[in-house]
């Protein structure tokens, strides 16, 4: 599992309320991102970083933002939650160090919006 | 716009028997390719990889096919297990440009 972990795995929030997911990687790896996952779209890239304080947007970061302060995590804040963001979400890394390396992946955070 | 997609979304074989499960690309400059399993309620799990200057990889029991000509790849699984039962996406990379990932073909396999 390439030493990832998110927190938490399942939550349950109301539309207009923040929340913050946490990624944590133990293994010092320069790169990080957060995907969401829904049915018929895959894998979708919202955000990623390339080190502490740097990051960039991905394909559909609308009403995301990020934060790295340090190295092992990687936050991802929905400011006011809506329905539209109900999905799966997943933290990766690359291994390799590059953005275009071979990405693992968290276990992922259900997240339901109502 | 460009992406990487699937033949098949369902694929239903028997325990034993060999699974090919098939992805399109097109983008002729991407140069290297992955294959991903995703068992229900997990994240996705790397399988194997290659690069475009080769054809063909193998791993064990599983081994992936790239033929650039028709910008075709493939993931062939030998004796099939139950435990093969998943979602299977292939993921593409161009160069200076982020992974990008297919939707999926869902294997199922019965005994």
């Known amino acids: 599992d390439a030493g990832i972990t998110q927190s938490p795995r399942h939550k349950v929030t109301e539309t207009g309320t923040p929340v913050t997911l946490r990624c944590h990687q133990t293994?010092?790896?320069?790169?990080m991102y957060w995907y969401r996952q829904d049915p018929g779209h895959g894998l979708r890239l919202i955000h990623y970083s390339y080190g502490v304080k740097d990051t960039d947007k991905g394909e559909v970061s609308d009403g995301y933002s990020v934060s790295r302060s340090k190295t092992e995590d990687f936050l991802l804040t929905l400011e006011s939650a809506t329905s539209s963001q109900t999905s799966v979400y997943f933290c990766?890394?690359?291994?390799?160090?590059?953005?275009?390396?071979?990405?693992?992946f968290g276990p992922g955070t259900r997240l339901t919006v109502l | 716009g460009e992406s990487v997609g699937l033949h098949l979304p369902t694929l239903s074989v028997q325990e034993g028997d060999n699974s090919i499960i098939n992805c399109a690309y097109s983008n002729s400059a991407s140069d290297y390719f992955i294959w991903y399993k995703q068992e229900s309620g997990k994240g996705p799990q790397f399988i194997i990889d290659i690069r475009s200057n080769m054809d063909k990889r193998q791993g064990q029991r599983v081994t992936v096919l790239l033929n650039k000509t028709v910008k075709h790849l493939s993931l062939q699984i030998a004796a099939t297990q139950p435990g093969d039962s998943a979602v299977y996406f292939c993921a593409e990379n161009r160069a200076g440009t982020a992974l990008i990932f297919g939707k999926g073909t869902t294997l199922s396999v019965s005994s």
């Open positions: 990766a890394i690359s291994e390799g160090g590059g953005r275009t390396d071979t990405q693992y």
């Open positions: 293994e010092n790896h320069r790169y």
